[in-house]
């Protein structure tokens, strides 16, 4: 199932990968800025309570009980001891009345230890007290130390996590989008543009005009490009060659096919020369030389077009009912046993066609009626008739035959599959259907069953064909 949706696009896992890959660097920094943060804070707090305690000291220590407390509070501790000159002097103090809890000494924290202090502040919530030991600035004695509550620092280090994940999730997000737009427009566009291109190829790969043409300037997409280039203008080749190899084919068989029909023809106007003496002969030798003539002229159609499609019809005016009689003498129709041809055509009946292609159309439906009418062994009629209405011309052909088999109504005008009969190519109908298709008409099966079979020819009064 075809998933749709922003996060399935590329540009969206991106976007959501970038999101995800700059806010994991913000975790692995946040833990060291808190531990960093912390240690800061507690060593003002020492540099404080070492500038109360001087000053207490510059006073000969003394100062009032009111100075005393703002100088811790200002400083943000609880007591004061200094260590100076061998001596630990307890500074400035104040009553405790929270529990000390714990002892950080700042000289000799490591990283690991400072990153483990400063999570131990984080999740332990209780108010309690610690205590601190640092190094006292300008070598104002040799050691410091404070009590400080802990809540305080807490808080504070709360309130710096929540700024840096603040300033993290902005930075996240504007660094997303701007690697979002910057990948859709060098990257995503590109590839949409390849695939725009390969959709619009499979429509029509035949088409040389939608061969795609390289432009990117992404190494790797100009790779992929070109080699889709090469994909498809081989494709395209390929294609055409078996379309010209069909179209050859196709026009091979249909050309055999005539000229088979045609050169027997001629070959029954021969036998005939050569068996009878008779004056008719002159009347017969011009069919002779139409005959042979129709199949030069068809192969030289097929030297000069080389490919499948019929020649444009050239359209005259011409009577139907002799161009009928014609066929049934050319193909010695009247003259087979317990077969009778009927002509049933409006006398002066005129109609706009290329002569010489209805005359295959009408000979390849009547040859087939007098197949299906040899098949049965039987006395049978092929009927030819014809008349005209506002838009068009008609012409039926029609047999008493035994009616087309199931196969061949199921493929009626396609080649080598709509025969009528065993051995059959189903080439008759399908050259009768094309030709009929180039006048702009239709070829249409009317009936088929026990009792014989019927075609229809459709032929419209109006077109665009030029009158050749």
Known sequence: MKRSGFLNTLSGRFLLLTVGFVMLAEVLIFVPSIARFREDYLLLRLEKAQIASLALLATDGMI???????????????????????????????????????????????????LRDALVVLVNSQDHAIRVIGSPVQEAGSLIEVTMPIRPLRQAMIAYGLRILALSALISVMTAALLFFAVRRLLVQPIRRVVDHMALYADAPEDARRVIAPTSGVVELREAEEA???????MTGAL???????????????????????????QLFADRIERSSDPAVARIAPKLVGSITRAVSLCESTLAFGKAEEPPP?????????????????EALGERAGVTCLIDVPAGMNLRADAEQLYRILANLMRNAMQALEATSKDGVIEVSGGENESEWWIKVGDTGPGLPPRARDHLFTAFQGGARKGGSGLG??????????HGGRLELLRSDESGTEFMIHLPKKDRLTEG
């Open 64 to 114: 009032s009980a009111e100075l005393e407390a703002e100088l811790l509070s200002n400083a943000g501790v609880l007591n004061v001891i200094l260590w100076r000159d061998q001596i630990r002097q307890l500074i400035l103090s104040s009553p405790v009345t929270q529990e000390i809890s714990a002892t950080y000494d700042l000289r000799m924290a490591s990283p690991p230890i400072l």
């Open 228 to 234: 889709l280039l090469s994909l498809q203008t081989q």
């Open 240 to 266: 055409r060659q078996k379309e010209r190899l069909a179209q050859l084919g196709s026009a091979v068989a249909k050309i055999s096919h005539d000229l088979r029909n045609i050169l027997t023809t001629a």
């Open 314 to 330: 050239r359209l005259s005016r011409f009577a139907l009912r002799p161009l009928i009689e014609e066929v049934i003498e050319a």
């Open 429 to 438: 109908l399908a050259i009768a259907f094309e030709l009929v298709r180039g």
